[in-house]
C-alpha cells in the first residue's frame, strides 16, 4: 500500500456495481453505485485522489473489469473470495456493506489477490474447459441410456459397455410401447451427438498443444505416467501456464486443495478431509492420473513413445515418481487406509513430480 492515497473496493454484479473509496489521508468514505458497465467505474476511480489502489471479488464476471483498470493505467487486484475475512457474528450483508469491507480490508493489507491469466491463456482454458464440460455431458447421456435399459430389464453382460459391440447392441433394442420407443431413441442420439462434440474438441485441443508456448512443458508433462496430452494441457492451463509463480512443490499442492485441513487450538490438532480449494478440473486431472501409479513400475511402448525427445532429468524424475508413487500406495494400503484416501495422498505427490518436471531448466 505504500503511495496508495485512496483504496476502493467493489462489489462487481452482473447489473450493478457498489463502490466504496477510503482516502487514506482523511479516512473519508466516498460511495457509489454503478450499473454493470465498467467504463463508469472506470471514469470514478480516475477521479479519486491518486495513487488509487482498487479491488473487487474473483467471480462470474470474470476478469473484464481487471483488464480495462489495467489498460487505464489503475491498480486493480481480484481477490480470493474464500479468503476474506468476514465477522461472525456480522448477519446484515449487503453490497454496500461488501464493497467498504473490501476497501478497508484492502487499506489493511488483509486479503489475497489470485493471478490474473492473460487473455490468450484464459481463451485457451476455456476451450479446454468446454471438454471438459463436453465429457460431462457424454457420462450423463450414457447414464440416462443405461439407466432405461435397466428398468425395462436388460443389461448387457458382452464385456465392456460403449465399445462398437456394445452399440451395435444398442441399436438393435426394441420396445412395445412407442413412447419408450422414441425415449430410448433420444437418448442414443444424445449419447452420439456428446461424443461427437466430445471428439471434436478433443481434436482441437490435441492440435493447441503443439503450439510453440504450449508444447515445451506439456512435453514433460506428458513423459508420467497416467498422464496423456489432453491432461497434460489441461493442468498446464489451468496453471495459467506458468508452474514457477510457486516457489516449492508444498505451495502448489495447496493451491490446488490436495492438503488436509486443519484444526488447531491449544493442545489439540484434528486433520480433516483435504481442503480442495484451486482448480476443480486440476485436482480431478491429477487424481484420475494418480491411480495409474497402483501398478508396478514399468515403462510400456506407449509411455516410451510419448518420452521420446524429452530432457533426461525429466525421464529420471517420471521413473522415481513410479517407483516412489507405487510404494506409497502400498504402504497406506497396508495401513487399511481406503484407496480413494490413498490415491489423494499419490496426487499430492505427483503434483511435485509434475512441479519439478515443468520447472527444470
Known amino acids: 500500500m505504500t503511495g496508495t492515497m485512496t483504496s476502493a473496493g467493489l462489489d462487481v454484479h452482473a447489473r450493478s456495481i457498489d463502490a466504496a473509496a477510503i482516502c487514506v489521508a482523511t479516512g473519508e468514505v466516498t460511495r457509489r453505485r454503478f450499473g454493470g458497465a465498467s467504463g ?34 489503475i491498480r486493480m487486484d481480484v481477490i480470493a473470495p474464500s479468503k476474506t475475512p468476514r465477522a461472525a457474528g456480522d448477519r446484515v450483508k449487503t453490497d454496500r456493506k461488501d464493497a467498504e469491507l473490501l476497501a478497508r480490508l484492502l487499506l489493511a493489507g488483509q486479503l489475497s489477490a489470485v493471478r490474473v491469466p492473460e487473455a490468450r491463456m484464459e ?33 448387457w453382460s458382452g464385456g465392456s459397455t460403449w465399445t462398437q459391440r456394445h452399440r451395435v447392441w444398442l441399436a438393435g433394442q426394441q420396445f412395445e410401447q412407442v413412447e419408450s420407443e422414441l425415449a430410448f431413441g433420444d437418448y442414443l442420439a444424445s449419447v452420439d451427438a456428446a461424443a461427437a462434440r466430445k471428439a471434436a474438441l478433443a481434436e482441437r485441443l490435441s492440435r493447441l498443444a503443439l503450439e510453440e508456448d504450449l508444447w515445451p512443458t506439456v512435453s514433460r508433462l ?24 510457486f516457489e ?20 489439540s490438532a484434528t486433520r480433516g478431509a ?88
Not at 468446454?130 to 443389461?155: P, Y
Open 222 to 245: 506428458r513423459a508420467f505416467r497416467g498422464i496423456d496430452t489432453l491432461t497434460a494441457l489441461g493442468l498446464h492451463l489451468e496453471l495459467g501456464g506458468d508452474w514457477a509463480r
Open 40 to 73: 463508469a467505474v472506470i471514469d470514478w476511480l480516475r477521479g479519486l485522489p491518486g495513487p488509487v489502489h482498487a479491488c473487487y471479488e474473483a467471480g462470474p464476471t470474470g476478469f473484464g473489469l481487471f483488464r480495462t483498470a489495467e489498460a487505464a493505467g
Open 274 to 361: 483435504i481442503t480442495k480449494t484451486g482448480s476443480l478440473y486440476a485436482r480431478r486431472l491429477l487424481v484420475e492420473s494418480a491411480w495409474h501409479y497402483r501398478r508396478k513400475p514399468y515403462l510400456g511402448p506407449t509411455l516410451a513413445a510419448r518420452q521420446q525427445g524429452v530432457p533426461d532429468q525429466v525421464l529420471q524424475g517420471s521413473w522415481r515418481a513410479q517407483r516412489r508413487l507405487h510404494r506409497v500406495f502400498g504402504r497406506l494400503k497396508a495401513r487399511g487406509k481406503p484407496a480413494n484416501v490413498a490415491t489423494v495422498a499419490v496426487a499430492r505427490e505427483l503434483s511435485g513430480f509434475l512441479w519439478a518436471a515443468a520447472v527444470t531448466d
Open 123 to 155: 481463451a485457451r482454458r476455456e476451450l479446454f474447459r468446454c471438454h471438459e464440460q463436453a465429457r460431462g455431458d457424454l457420462m450423463r447421456a450414457r447414464h440416462r441410456t443405461s439407466k432405461m435399459l435397466l428398468r425395462h430389464g436388460r443389461v
Open 248 to 267: 516449492r512443490p508444498a505451495q502448489l499442492s495447496a493451491w490446488l486443495g490436495l492438503i488436509p485441513s486443519l484444526h488447531q487450538s491449544g493442545e
